[in-house]
């Protein structure tokens, strides 16, 4: 395997484990039967598929995106430092692209009116991809979520939410950003 993969399947194995010492009532995980660096054998979780988000449980949609909910400085998140270290790495291509220059600047906007706006934000764990194929429904109250490398202990509270509307009118159902702003 390419050391990407190799990272991949240690993420994933990093954060199920991180996951399933949360107590959970209404949300599944995969269960590691193996682990190797170039080998993750997992339990498979079977069930029902959905893109629709009122067809998703709403105990076990609330349950996880509240999993690990706490309250923070929005200069001191882990999303606001990966949002500043990736305008930084950014900066050199914007600088010879006109249109990339003038959304940078944009973004340096959005940056000081967020600070200046905004004190504190909820965050809590996200699946960060969230997706219709990446979970199950069980019995029609359980949710069970596959697929953990892209895991982040600490995302705005509803990102996977968001991340799942998303690709759903997106990808699935080909729909537009109205559409988007509807669900």
């Known amino acids: 395997l390419t050391h990407t993969a190799q990272q991949n399947l240690h993420n994933e194995q990093q954060s199920l484990q991180q996951v399933q010492h949360i107590p959970l009532q209404w949300v599944k995980t995969p269960q590691i039967t193996q682990y190797r660096p170039t080998c993750l054998q997992l339990q498979q979780i079977t069930g029902s598929h959905t893109h629709h988000i009122a067809q998703l449980p709403a105990p076990a949609l609330q349950e996880w995106l509240q999993h690990s909910l706490q309250t923070l400085p ?93 690709q759903s009118v997106i990808l699935i159902e080909h729909g537009s950003y109205a559409h988007i702003q509807q669900q």
């Not at 914007?94 to 340096?108: A, D, V, W």
């Not at 029609?140 to 995302?155: A, H, K, S, V």
Request: charged share 10%; glycine share 4%; proline share 5%.
């Open 74 to 166: 929005l200069t001191q998140t882990a999303c606001w430092h990966t949002a500043l270290q990736n305008h930084r790495l950014a900066l050199p291509q914007c600088s010879r692209h006109p249109l990339l220059h003038t959304l940078q600047n944009k973004l340096l906007q959005l940056q000081l009116h967020l600070q200046q706006t905004v004190s504190h934000i909820q965050t809590s764990g996200a699946h960060a991809d969230f997706t219709p194929w990446n979970l199950r429904i069980i019995n029609g109250q359980t949710i069970g979520l596959i697929d953990f490398e892209l895991y982040r202990p600490q995302m705005p509270v509803l990102y996977d939410l968001f991340h799942f509307i998303y």
